[in-house]
């Protein structure tokens, strides 16, 4: 099975800074890699697909980069509602597998 | 627009059994990739299972031979049967659409808003 390691697990910011969370597959998964955002008490939310594509509607200060076990999510300028709790997942095999969660809280 | 509403979660005593259901309607689920993830409380994401456009059916470790995933096209409806209960099976279970995107498959782009599932004594 493919384990998705997500770090860090949580990340204090300001609105307006930069953040990035990072993900590492135990195998090669090419672009297979997806990233969610989660608000408390709602089903998680797909913004970015295929590692680097950003899903219709989310706004372009979402990026994602990275191909076979390093991969990246960064969001520039932060607003309020992003602060939330960001999940990587891989698709490259079976079982899908998670990221453990990075919550995102503002300082 | 494309919706998903989980129903049929609940209490259930160890041992017991469940039948959560996902009704879809904005897309055909026998044209498409439907998956169940849940959620403990307080905890990350789990993948469960899949049912593939062909109808072929995939489970994670965690669940095999105790869960079962199906569908009925007429009624454009997935299930996700549950037996054999277990405490760490409490979670909130949600399912949601997988956009293809390549050869294996793509991001989950609708989800439900996901039924609690509690197994307790």
């Known amino acids: 099975d493919i384990q998705v390691t997500q770090s860090p697990s949580s990340l204090s910011a300001s609105v307006g800074d930069r953040v990035t969370v990072s993900c590492q597959a135990s195998q090669d998964i090419n672009n297979y890699l997806n990233w969610y955002q989660q608000k408390p008490g709602q089903a998680p939310k797909l913004i970015i697909y295929d590692a680097s594509n950003l899903e219709p509607g989310v706004p372009s200060r979402f990026s994602g980069s990275g191909s076979g076990t390093e991969f990246t999510f960064t969001i520039n300028s932060l607003q309020p509602e992003d602060f939330a709790t960001y999940y990587c997942?891989?698709?490259?095999?079976?079982?899908?597998?998670f990221g453990q969660g990075t919550k995102l809280e503002i300082k | 627009e494309v919706q998903l509403v989980e129903s049929g979660g609940g209490l259930v005593q160890p041992g017991g059994s469940l039948r959560l259901s996902c009704t879809v309607s904005?897309?055909?689920?026998?044209?498409?990739?439907l998956n169940w993830v849940r959620q403990a409380p307080g905890k990350g994401l789990e993948w469960v299972s899949i049912i593939y456009s062909d109808g072929t059916t995939y489970y994670a470790d965690s669940v095999k031979g105790r869960f079962t995933i199906s569908r009925d096209n007429s009624r454009n409806t997935v299930y996700l049967q549950m037996n054999s209960l277990r405490g760490e099976d409490t979670a909130v279970y949600y399912c949601?659409?997988?956009?293809?995107?390549?050869?294996?498959?793509?991001?989950?782009?609708?989800w439900g808003q996901g039924t609690l599932v509690t197994v307790s004594s």
């Open positions: 904005g897309l055909t689920v026998s044209n498409n990739y």
């Open positions: 949601a659409r997988e956009y293809v995107t390549g050869p294996y498959g793509g991001g989950f782009d609708s």
């Open positions: 997942q891989q698709y490259g095999d079976l079982p899908y597998s």
